[in-house]
């Protein structure tokens, strides 16, 4: 399994990923997987050997920014409202503008296509992130390249 960050891939439509990404991964799976915690938004998707098969992306601002494909098994308890934000005791809150939180089925999807969690508990068959040794890289790009605006 490879693993690649880069903010320039936490886009608001997933499916417009560029295609040279996404040609990169012939022959596998890619997942693209993005949260931002300060506004609650979550984005991920899935293509299986080039195509696309499912891409999600909502925040409590803008609602569903993209939802492409049919829902993962990791995301029909959130759908069927099984799921829903829970406000602390004794706040008088608008209700939460969507039937869940984001960033919990952002972390169930993070445990479900790549087998670890970043904020959530641990469960035995995740992954040891901290066991994993990773190699940095930093790369300089004079001009900007076709697709990443």
Same mark, same amino acid.
């Given at each position: 399994m490879d693993f690649i960050g880069d903010q320039r891939v936490m886009i608001d439509r997933p499916s417009e990923l560029p295609e040279h990404l996404v040609t990169a991964s012939a022959g596998r799976r890619l997942v693209l997987h993005a949260m931002h915690s300060v506004v609650d938004w979550l984005a991920f998707a899935v293509w299986e050997d080039g195509r696309l098969v499912r891409s999600l992306s909502l925040s409590p @601002?803008?609602?569903v920014i993209e939802d492409v494909g049919e829902p993962l098994p990791f995301e029909l308890p959130y759908w069927a409202g099984d799921r829903p934000v829970v406000p602390w005791p004794d706040e008088e809150e608008e209700p939460y503008p969507?039937?869940?939180?984001?960033?919990?089925?952002?972390? @169930?999807?993070l445990r479900a296509l790549c087998g670890f969690v970043r904020e959530g508990r641990p469960e035995p068959d995740d992954l040891d992130t901290d066991g994993i040794r990773l190699h940095g890289y930093r790369v300089r790009v004079r001009e900007p390249r076709e697709g990443w605006g």
């Open positions: @601002d803008s609602g969507l039937p869940f939180h984001p960033l919990d089925l952002g972390e @169930d999807a």
